[in-house]
């Protein structure tokens, strides 16, 4: 955020005392410019912007107020540009169409680079747009100045460094106007991947000189906007293959593989390893307890081909599927420069289709198949009932009964399964439960995760997780963003409109608590975070360092732990807050979320 401008400091605006007219340029060099630059990226099919205040993006945020009111566009105004710029990232990460983010110049820039680089390794669009001084200012030491034009380096799918419009008569405005539109379609155009198939982030950098802005342009007529299509994996030169008949064959769907991974384990009689923020966790193919069956030389032993959607990072056994030599990996990346491939040997594919002449009645592929879900399921229910017999679910025959002895049996085991503690897997599986199609559910980067990704079931619902790092950064923010663009798009359809839940732990929530600060008069979006608080980083303990390294040092730098009083927390921020200590009382909180937005505390041992 830059700091307000003083007099004399020489970032200060001239305001105009009257208002601008209608549609008309005003004169002033910035606002016509900015005018002309974010009614183009309407046209191009932007809907969100994203302002962080400051001096010298003063003529950007005004014209984006305008174009607010006139209901062109929906404007989201954070004071950290860390919390906009996720911000942005989850509005892009739902809708798939680009945010455009807006800050002054400066640390606000930098304070982007983390939303920056998760778009870039995920593939998110995104436009950053940031104001700068104008070449004479630059390279002097002045005010509030750095080198931002490459400022995000190779994380940009294209950036450009635009010169201060200085239009002295209508005709040079025009020509600006006219650069201003060309701009804003390049850079809708490249955020998408509109000729590269390779969707990511586009920063402009523009600058500035005084007077800075005055009074905005109001705009009556509507505006007809769509987004350009995104490239086929032709042009990234990938193919579409035809796979063969052979049976020992596996498909993994790591982050954001989405349903055609399910679709081809379907169609293919092929087991379906797939994580839990995949979106492919469905379908009677599935492998819950992947994990555990590769290991196991009869399961994973066996593999001779594995195809992969998405970007796997929630287990070690996957990544050690994928470099056994003896395994052929064909990794499916119709977008995206880049592809996962460990073993550095993988095929990459635009598209796969599965073999012609497969039989899936036939014993092979019946056997094959039914041999990974039959086993995982076997897995999962010794889990269950290895676990605490109060958390498992009674009985429902005893109820059903006339014996007295059978009624207090079920009593009895019903009252202990509502007064049971909670422990991560059970958090873990109660917010699987309680999310459907039209909800959504957000994952942060966190030991919970990794704990839904070993039990949850099966279930078509949208799941959200910034896994391109896989950072913790920005959870907040980015479940803010995605709850905005779910519930907004559901009401233009004119659907019902569901919750977005989030399983976040107390770190990832500490990281972000910037992300709970909304700007009065925005609609807060139908938003719960579900904060699993175990006092600290309990995701190191597995670290292998953990077991000889000394308790004191490694608490103090991984353990990490606090003190914080989340409740106070929430009330300073004006969220509900309530806290979940027993089975009962956690279904309770998630079955009837208040409106707006509420933390759910669930207290956990470490």
Known sequence: MGEPSTAGSGDGARASDAPARDDEATGNPATDYSTALLRAFVRAGVRDVVVSPGSRSQALALVAASLE?????RLHVRIDER???????GLA????????????SGTATANLHPAVLEAHEAGVPLIVLTADRPAELRGIRSNQTTRQDGLYGVAVRWSNDVDAPRAADAVETAVEARAAASLALAAVRAAVGAETADPGPVHLNVAYRE?????????HEPIVGALP???????????TIELDDRARTVVVAGADAGADAEELAREAGYPLLAEVSSGARFGPNLVVAYRELLREESFGGRVERAIVFGHPTLSREIPALL????VEVIVVAPTGAQAYDPGHRARIVGAVRPPAAVDLRSPEVRGWVGSWVFASRRLIEDAERAADPAALAPDVDKARSYEPADALAFAKAELAAVRAPITRPLLAEALWRYTWPHDRLVLAASRLIRDADRIVPGKRIRVHSNRGLAGIDGTIATATGIAIASQAAAAEAGNPSGVTRVLIGDLALL???????CAPGEERPHLQLVVGNDGGGTIFDGLEVAATAGTAAFDRVQYTPHDVDIAALAAAYGWDHRTARTKGELDQ?????PGGVSIVEVPLRR
Do not use: K, N, Q
């Open 69 to 73: 009111h006139s209901g062109h566009l």
């Open 83 to 89: 919390v906009g710029g996720f911000l942005a990232l």
């Open 93 to 104: 990460r739902e809708s798939g169409a680009p945010a455009v983010v807006i800050t002054t």
């Open 211 to 219: 007077p800075l802005s005055v009074a905005a342009p109001t705009l």
């Open 229 to 239: 299509p995104i490239a086929g994996p032709h042009a990234l030169g990938r193919e």
């Open 323 to 326: 470099t056994d030599p003896e």
């Open 511 to 517: 990281h972000d608590v910037g992300a709970l600060l």
């Open 589 to 593: 909180a998630l079955s009837a979320p």
